[in-house]
């Protein structure tokens, strides 16, 4: 027997009154969105017959969820963030905007305010015994006038697939760096080569993926927030050819584009060249942006980030 009684004009009210639409108070836009929570909720309790206990085990998922600071990760993992990106790509291409390296997922673990350097940047604290990894390239318009000036704020995880702030045993702002772009819009880094992240294996968001039969596993990959003046902010990321999640990626935002080649070289002369000894590796990869006289497009998204001003 499926009861149902939402359609009644009773039940509306009520949800009316829940979400403030009959009061002059509050805000509009925060009471039409709840108003629709409410409404799809109820919708969902009803359609798919949740149980009371049902019902408090995912009130009390979404409080585990919060206390462990996953909410973020979630999304991404769900393919919610990722979709973002498909809509606003649709919302471009409707747009006629068109050209430059593809945007995909932030992710929850960017941290504002990295030091900045002119050109090159060495990202590691030399702690992680990783491969040496030079990474090079550069920043260019869409007609292919280098950008000079760009800051390439680049973030990635370590070894063990973890990042510093969020993994408190790394030294501050390893692996994070901001590097202006020189004359020829070039930047230059050395690193180490990170490895692919995994969910937390204790965590809530691993533990919804496990119910889904789904893996908590992202590929090798480097994010960048790519900013010049008069250019729209590209949110992006590499991922590492080669790697096992390649196209397995839990959070969806592998691109073919955005595939990156690395080469690993044990050619001593070369390491010499680079001021290193031993076994290292290269990427190269151009960023191209696309021409904006927005300044609203011009800065990235808001959001709640670590350390943002
Ligand atoms: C990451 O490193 C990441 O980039 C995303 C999107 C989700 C979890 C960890
Ligand atoms: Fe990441």
């Not at 973030?155 to 004359?183: C, K, M, P």
Request: aromatic letters at 8%.
């Amino acid at each position: 027997m499926n009861v149902r009684i939402s359609h009644t004009a009773s039940a509306q009210k009520f949800l009316e009154d829940a979400s403030g639409l009959l009061n002059d108070q509050g805000n509009p836009r925060a009471k039409a969105l709840i108003y629709r929570i409410l409404r799809d909720s109820v919708n969902i309790i009803e359609d798919l017959q949740v149980t009371p206990q049902e019902f408090w085990k995912a009130v009390n998922y979404l409080n585990e969820l919060g206390t462990r600071q996953e909410a973020g990760l979630l999304v991404a993992g769900l393919g919610l963030e990722h979709y973002l990106d498909l809509l606003m790509d649709a919302e471009d291409e409707q747009a006629g905007k068109a050209g430059g390296t593809p945007r995909t997922i932030e992710g929850p673990l960017y941290v504002a305010g990295a030091p900045l350097a002119d050109g090159f940047a060495r990202l590691d604290d030399g702690v992680d015994p990783g491969v040496v990894l030079f990474m090079q390239g550069q920043v260019k318009n869409t007609d292919g006038t280098p950008l000079a000036g760009a800051v390439v704020d680049v973030w990635h995880a370590n070894t063990g697939g973890t990042y510093s702030y969020f993994d408190g045993s790394q030294s501050e702002f390893n692996l994070r760096r901001r590097i202006v772009t020189d004359a020829e819009g070039r930047y230059r880094f050395q690193s180490i080569v990170p490895s692919g992240y995994g969910c937390p294996p204790d965590g809530p968001t691993q533990q919804l993926l496990d119910q889904l039969g789904r893996h908590g596993q992202r590929p090798a990959h480097i994010h960048f927030f790519i900013s010049a003046d008069d250019h729209r902010h590209l949110t992006t990321q590499i991922n590492l050819d080669g790697d096992q999640y390649l196209h397995d990626d839990f959070a969806y935002a592998t691109r073919d584009e955005l595939i990156a080649r690395i080469t690993f070289s044990d050619d001593q002369q070369r390491a010499a060249e680079h001021g290193v000894s031993g076994r290292f590796a290269e990427i190269d990869f151009d960023f191209t942006l696309q021409s904006t006289a927005q300044p609203q497009e011009q800065q990235r998204s808001e959001r709640v980030r670590a350390l943002e001003a």
